[in-house]
C-alpha cells in the first residue's frame, strides 16, 4: 500500500492530538510524520505510533515534503501556512472556517459528498462540527423527501474550544464544590459553569453568532441547497460531545419508521431510540464514539410532515479530526 | 388590611421554602402561618418572619381553618389532601400537575389570565416552571400578530427536580474533581454532570416526555387558543435558573422593534438584548430574580415573518413559587 508523508499542525490542541490518535488507530499507511506546533512548542516531544518525535515549527515547512497536512491550528494560522505546505506538495486538510465558504475549496462531509473531495486545488476544507453532526443527521433524512425547513438548537460541549476551555470548567468545577470564589474565566466571557452562554464565536450585525451562520452557510455549499434553516448555538457546561434539538419539516408525508430505517442504512449514523427502556443519546457516554447518534424521533403535531429528533456526537471525533481523516482515506484510495 | 391564614404544604422543600421567603419579601399579609410536610419532618422547627414554627403534618389539616395554602408536595400529594384543605376554607394554589387540566381548575399566570382566579372552585393550579417562562415570552407576542407556530428547546437545571437533585450534582461534581468514580446517580436515570438529558418527567406513548406534553397542552388552556407548538425538554448540568431557545412563526409581518418593545412593556419581562455588549439572558447570573429575561431576538430567514430569541428565568421563583404568590395577591386584592 501506498504510504503518505503527514503533517499535522496545531499537533499539541485537542483536535491535533486526536487526529495523531486515529492515525494511529486505523492504521494510516504514514510514511514520514511531522508535528507542527507553535513557535512556544517547537522542540517538544510528541509521541506518535510509538516513536517519539519533536515538534516542529513554521520555519521548518520548507524543509520537507507532505502528501497530506492536517490542520488544526485556527483560521489564521491556516491562512498564513495552508500555501507553503501546498507548495512542498500537501493536501491540506483544514478543520478551521478560514476556507469552508471558498468557491475554489471542497467542504467535504465524506458521507455525504465525498465526490468533492477530487475537486480540490491543494485545500480541503471540515466543515464546522456543529455542521457536520447535524447534517449526518438531515442527509439520510432529505433521500426520504424534500426537506422544507429546519430549526436546530445546540447544547455544545466545551471541548470545542480546546484544552484550556475543558480546563476553566474543572477549575470553576473545584472552586465551586470547595466552596471558594469561581475565578473571573478567561476562555469564556461568562462563567461557563452552572450557566448556558448562547453565544459562540463572535455577534454578527444580523443578530447571529458566527457559528450559527456558519451552520446555515455550509449546509447550503454540503448539500448543494438553500434548505431553509435556523439555528441557535449554545455552549452548556459539559466537558466533551455535543448534542442539537433537531425540528424537520418535510415537503412529503414520511413515516417515523421509514426514518429509522434511514438512519440504519446511512454510514456514520447509529440509532438510539427506544426511550421506554431509557435509551437515547447522551453526550456522557459517547466519547471517543465515531458516530452521530439519534433518538427521540417523534412526529411532531404543530405543523404537518414534521418530525423532532435529538442527536449526540463526539464533537472532536466526527465533528473535527475523525471528519478529516476520512478525507485523507478517500485520497489515499482513490 | 385583611390578613390571611396560611398554610405552606411541603413546606421543607425548595419551591416551599421559596413560598416562605417570598411571603417574607413581599410583605403579605400572615395572620397565622401553618408550615406542613411528610410524617417525617413532622415536629422540626421553620423560621418564618422571624418567628419559630413546628412542622405539622397530614393528621393536623382539620385543627385549623385557611384561607390560603400553597401546595409543592407533588401531584400525588395534592390529590389526597387538597380538598381537606378546601373544607378548612382555603384556596389551595397547587404547583404539581394533579389539577392543571381539570376543567374545574383555573391554570393561571397572572400577568396572562389573572381573570380566571375568579372562576375556582377552590383550587388554583400553578403552571410547570417551563411553560410559565414561555407564555411570559409569547404572550406579548401575540399581541403583535397571531402566531402562527411555536418551536421550543428548553436547557432546564436540576433546581427543578429539588433539593435532592441539587445535591446529586453537587456530588458528582466533587467526586468527578476528586478524580474518584462518580457514584451511581439516584435522582436522574443517568448521571447529569457533564451530560445533557433529553428526558424530564416520565415517557408517554407518543414519544414525547410528559413535561413535553405539559407545555403544549397547557399552553392551549393557558392562551385558549391551540397554538400549534412543539417541544424538546432537556436537562442540563445547572443548579438553577431555566433557559428556552424559542422560534416563533407569526401570521402577520412583525418588527424587531415592535417585539422588542412589547416585551419592555409586559409586566413581570425583562428585555436582555445588547449582545455586542454581551448582554443575553444567562442561568447563571439570574437566581433569586422575577422577571422572565428575554435576548439573542432575531429574524429567522427560514420562514416568512419568523424570530428566533433566547430566554432564562429562575424556575422556583416566576417559574413556580412567585407565580403561586401573585395568585394569592390577586385574590388577598380582589
Redesign the interface.
Known sequence: MREMNIAVIGATGLVGQTFMRLLESRNFPVKNFYPFASEKSAGKKLEFNNEEYTVLCEKNIEEQEYDIAFFSAGGQIAKDLAERFVNQGAIVIDNSSAFRMDENVPLVIPEINEMRIDEHNGIIANPNCSTIQMLMVLAPLRLLSPIK???V?T?Q?VSGSGLKAMEEL?SQ??E??DGEKVSDPVVY???I???????IDR?LE???TFEEMKMIQETYKIMEEDI???V?C?R?????CH?E?I?VEFENEVS?EEIRTAFKEFPGVELMDN??N?I??????LEGTDQVHV?????????DN?V?L?CSTDNIQKGAALNGIQIAEYILNN
Not at 437515547?280 to 457516554?285: A, I, T, V, W
Not at 433518538?295 to 405543523?303: E, K, L, P, V
Request: glycine share 4%; net charge positive.
Open positions: 425547513r429546519v430549526v438548537s447544547y460541549s474543572k468545577m473545584r465551586f464544590v466571557p461568562y462563567h459553569l452552572n450557566n448556558s452562554l448562547p453565544h455577534f444580523n443578530g447571529y431553509p434553516l435556523t441557535t449554545v452548556v457546561p459539559v466537558l466533551c448534542s434539538a425540528n417515523l426511550p421506554e431509557l437515547y443519546p447522551l453526550q456522557g457516554d433518538g427521540r424521533i417523534r412526529m411532531d403535531y404543530s405543523a414534521a423532532n435529538w
